[in-house]
């Protein structure tokens, strides 16, 4: 993935220059169980309610932000209040930011090569996101089930 960060403008969100969206949008896989489950996740240690959680399938959401379903699909990524796209290992960073308890954990981005290890973890990560998912129903986590059988 080269191209991590652009710009979202839209006519339909705020036209306020210092707050495009009130919270840090998150575009998931809806019908992958791991990915439900890491939203999950995020959605329980966000004690400021900052994230605001979309499936990929929302109608009308990609439209509305200008991604096509083949770039979204890519990787989770994140649309921060200012109107940033993050993508990949930098979504979560950018989902850090927005947990307090979790911030410090930004850190390991200043350190040279963690970026580039952090997206190359991130992509094995989601290219087995269906094997975890069902890893985390075999441990009792049904919250994990997918929506969309994969073989």
């Known amino acids: 993935m080269t191209d991590i960060t652009a710009n979202v403008t839209s006519t339909s ?32 240690l966000d004690s400021h309610t900052r994230l605001e959680p979309r499936p990929l399938l929302t109608p009308g959401l990609l439209e509305q932000l200008f991604f096509s379903r083949q770039a979204a699909e890519t990787a989770l990524h994140v649309v921060t209040p200012s109107g940033q796209v993050v993508q990949a290992g930098y979504a979560i960073k950018a ?48 919250e994990a089930q997918c929506q969309v059988s994969y073989k």
């Open 13 to 44: 969100m705020s036209s306020d220059k210092t707050s495009v969206l009130p919270k840090t949008l998150v575009l998931y896989d809806g019908d992958c169980g791991f990915c439900q489950w890491s939203v999950n996740l995020a959605l329980k």
């Open 95 to 142: 989902i850090l930011h927005e947990l307090p308890l979790w911030r410090g954990a930004q850190v390991w981005w200043f350190i040279p090569g963690f970026g580039i290890l952090a997206n190359w973890v991130y992509a094995r990560v989601a290219a087995n996101r269906h094997k975890l998912g069902q890893l985390l129903l075999r441990v009792g986590i049904s």
